[in-house]
């Protein structure tokens, strides 16, 4: 069989199989990322913006305790990258919310990333419960 034949019929499984959490070399995989509203004084709506180079998720405003999240799938490159501005009152930070390189590692077992937005800082975490701070207001 020609080699390129057979790359296109491997690529071609591997989109079809959309049952499957992780794909071979983690090419294709879903992932879901969660922004949540951690604040404890929450006078101001948390306004997120995320973004990629392709796509562009629009503005959302989360209240106390509120969780905005969406899912994609990493490209066949592994180039996958979505930063996200977040706003509140006059604190604002931009930060990389997935990367193909560092944080899908990090949450490769369960293919979901969380950024709990806090009045200290920006926490990251896989399971939502154990979250690191990564990230401080400026």
Same mark, same amino acid.
């Given at each position: 069989?020609?080699?390129? +034949?057979?790359?296109?019929? +491997?690529?071609?499984?591997?989109?079809?199989?959309?049952?499957?959490?992780?794909?071979?070399?983690?090419?294709?995989?879903?992932?879901?990322?969660? +922004?949540?509203?951690?604040?404890?004084?929450?006078?101001?709506?948390?306004?997120?913006?995320?973004? #990629?180079?392709?796509?562009?998720?629009?503005?959302?405003?989360?209240?106390?305790?509120?969780?905005?999240?969406?899912?994609?799938?990493?490209?066949?490159?592994?180039?996958?990258?979505?930063?996200?501005?977040?706003?509140?009152?006059?604190?604002?930070?931009?930060?990389?919310?997935?990367?193909?390189?560092?944080?899908?590692?990090?949450?490769?077992?369960? #293919?979901?990333?969380?950024?709990?937005?806090?009045?200290?800082?920006?926490?990251? #975490?896989?399971?939502?419960?154990?979250?690191?701070?990564?990230?401080?207001?400026?």
């Amino acid at each position: 069989m020609n080699f390129s +034949i057979y790359i296109l019929v +491997i690529a071609t499984f591997l989109m079809l199989n959309k049952s499957a959490k992780a794909s071979v070399l983690g090419i294709f995989q879903r992932y879901e990322v969660h +922004i949540i509203n951690s604040f404890e004084n929450n006078t101001d709506e948390l306004i997120v913006n995320c973004r #990629s180079a392709d796509n562009d998720l629009g503005e959302h405003f989360l209240d106390k305790g509120e969780d905005w999240h969406w899912q994609f799938r990493v490209n066949f490159f592994r180039s996958t990258l979505f930063y996200c501005n977040v706003q509140w009152g006059e604190l604002g930070q931009r930060f990389t919310s997935f990367d193909t390189d560092n944080i899908s590692s990090t949450c490769e077992e369960t #293919s979901t990333c969380f950024w709990s937005v806090r009045e200290d800082g920006i926490y990251f #975490s896989c399971d939502n419960k154990n979250y690191e701070k990564r990230h401080l207001w400026p």
